[in-house]
């Protein structure tokens, strides 16, 4: 092999090597509340162990207004007296992320 083959074997291997760092290193992005990772190679993540106090330890929002809950074992879908619910209705509670935790706490149920 003489000098040439060498640089340009170099050459690629650093394209490579660049491609592989940009498209394989987790980023990580801050939208509104959450953070969401973008992890190449992960497909997915499973949460199917969690029990509804661990589910819950992923919404601190709604965490924090269930400790007001007049329920002690609220499941924060019922109106009177759930503060959960209360935060929801008048906006301290995203929508979204309200229905994310019923979702979640439902399949937990569910098992
Ligand atoms: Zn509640």
Redesign the pocket.
Same mark, same amino acid.
């Given at each position: 092999m003489y000098q040439g083959n060498t640089i340009i074997i170099q050459q690629v291997f650093n394209l490579i090597k660049k491609f592989f760092i940009k498209f394989s290193s987790p980023t990580l992005y801050n939208i509104d509340e959450m953070q969401i990772i973008d992890s190449p190679g992960v497909r997915d993540i499973d949460i199917d162990h969690l029990n509804l106090k661990e589910i819950i330890l992923g919404f601190p929002e709604i965490l924090n &207004? +269930?400790l007001n /809950? #007049?329920?002690p074992n /609220? +499941? &924060?879908?019922?109106d009177e007296? /759930?503060? #959960? &619910?209360a935060a929801l209705k008048n906006g301290d509670i995203k929508e979204s992320r309200y229905n994310n935790f019923i979702f979640l706490s439902n399949q937990e149920k569910s098992r």
């Amino acid at each position: 092999m003489y000098q040439g083959n060498t640089i340009i074997i170099q050459q690629v291997f650093n394209l490579i090597k660049k491609f592989f760092i940009k498209f394989s290193s987790p980023t990580l992005y801050n939208i509104d509340e959450m953070q969401i990772i973008d992890s190449p190679g992960v497909r997915d993540i499973d949460i199917d162990h969690l029990n509804l106090k661990e589910i819950i330890l992923g919404f601190p929002e709604i965490l924090n &207004h +269930s400790l007001n /809950c #007049v329920f002690p074992n /609220c +499941s &924060h879908q019922i109106d009177e007296g /759930c503060a #959960v &619910h209360a935060a929801l209705k008048n906006g301290d509670i995203k929508e979204s992320r309200y229905n994310n935790f019923i979702f979640l706490s439902n399949q937990e149920k569910s098992r």
